[in-house]
């Protein structure tokens, strides 16, 4: 059964060797793409959407969301908005909601949350745990995340939960709570930054992810500079997150290795802080993704569109590169070659946009432009 997608206004196609595609079709084919080119040269199909001149992007790969949580955090952010400043304090105020509620309810906000997401065009997203800090409690917000995603992330290492001192829960970390949690998770994260984990303790525990079979990220030189970004490219993890104060040295190493530095400008804006510099990674060569981070405390959007607006307009990033971040991006931040592209064999996730093309989206912030959505070739 094929189904072919005509009349596509612009294409962005996420594919650097053939990015964009102006009077476009596709061809989708059990779940994934058959075929990709111009209208005039389409093959024929067993069905037809004609989508009227709209633009067409690859479903979104958002690859930074911590959706497992319970609670609220309107009061920090109201407190911000008069001045107060972010410190990531307030992550111990989501554990205790999160440790309080039953299964079934963080089940459900979290699957609300992914829901959200895909009727915005994200069809890819990462889910870390990290609002559990117990060894039972990280384990089931990463049961939860595996029901939701292949994208998992072990972040035991969120924050020193009160009570417990640093050393005895790094060693908790890195052993028994890593061993509860490996059979659920793909990736490990650490949140390297003063007031969370020092580089000793970054380097520990990661390497003890890496031995169990766990891919590498690292939320790196958010709150001010730090090794995060450089213990990232040493250990050869996939992305360095935030990436919003970089030395000279930092952003070297970033060139020189394969890990993506992944911006997330929703926190910057919902913490008032001032955005990294997305010009300096991509002139000095570096893979820049473009992710929500979607979490209770800093950065409580789903919307990977209005992400990527604001890394238009305040991250000096063209819209090009902003919605090649975001898809292509993401993959390269996850490591997956199936989904950010849309190629012959890629997996049929695409957004049709009620926009002649992906220009729009920064061009015209805030206003809803998914049109519909594609998952593995079903239209939502
Ligand atoms: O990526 N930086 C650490 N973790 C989250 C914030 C979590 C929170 O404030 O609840 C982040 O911004
Ligand atoms: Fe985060």
């Given amino acids: 059964m094929t189904t072919l997608i005509d009349g596509i206004g612009l294409l962005y196609t996420g594919d650097p060797e053939r990015e964009e595609i102006a009077d476009a079709a596709l061809v989708l084919e059990d779940g994934l793409i058959a075929w990709v080119g111009p209208a005039f040269e389409a093959p024929a199909a067993d069905t037809r959407v004609d989508v ?92 939860i995340a595996s029901g939701l995603t292949d994208e998992t992330t072990f972040l035991g290492a969120h924050v020193v939960p009160a009570g417990m001192d640093a050393d005895s829960y790094v060693r908790l970390v890195a052993g028994e709570m890593l061993d509860a949690c490996a059979p659920y998770a793909k990736w490990v994260d650490v949140f390297c930054e003063r007031g969370a984990f020092d580089g000793d303790q970054t380097r520990e525990i990661l390497a003890a992810g890496l031995k169990a079979g766990l891919g590498a ?73 473009l992710a929500t981070d979607c979490n209770p405390g800093s950065s409580f959007t789903s919307s990977m569109a209005f992400c990527l607006a604001l890394a238009v307009r305040e991250m000096r990033m063209t819209p090009l590169e902003a919605i090649r971040a975001a898809t292509y991006g993401g993959a390269r931040a996850l490591r997956r070659t199936d989904v950010g592209w849309l190629r012959r064999g890629a997996r049929a996730d695409l957004v049709v946009l009620d926009a002649p093309s992906y220009v729009h989206l920064a061009y015209r912030p805030g206003v809803p432009l998914v049109h519909q959505v594609f998952h593995h070739g079903l239209l939502l």
Avoid: W
Avoid at 262 to 281: H, I, K, M, N, V
Avoid at 283 to 288: F, H, N, Q
């Fill in 217 to 289: 990220r690292v939320h790196a030189n958010q709150l001010g500079e730090g090794p995060g970004v450089r213990i990232a490219c040493e250990l050869g993890a996939a992305s360095a997150d935030h990436c919003t104060h970089l030395t000279t040295a930092d952003v070297d190493a970033l060139a020189s290795s394969g890990t993506v530095a992944t911006l997330l400008p929703g926190a910057e804006f919902s913490t008032r802080s001032p955005y990294p510099d997305a010009r300096r990674l991509i002139d000095a060569g570096v893979t820049v993704a």
């Fill in 52 to 143: 009227a001149g709209r633009g067409v992007i690859p479903g979104y790969v958002d690859s930074h969301a911590h959706l497992v949580f319970a609670g609220d955090r309107t009061a920090e952010f109201k407190a911000r908005m008069s001045g107060r400043p972010y410190t990531g304090g307030g992550i111990r105020t989501t554990v205790a909601a999160t440790r309080q509620a039953g299964y079934p309810e963080l089940a459900a906000r979290a699957r609300g949350l992914v829901n959200e997401m895909l009727a915005q065009g994200t069809t890819t997203v990462e889910i870390k745990s990290g609002y559990g800090l117990s060894v039972e409690d990280e384990r089931r917000s990463l049961e």
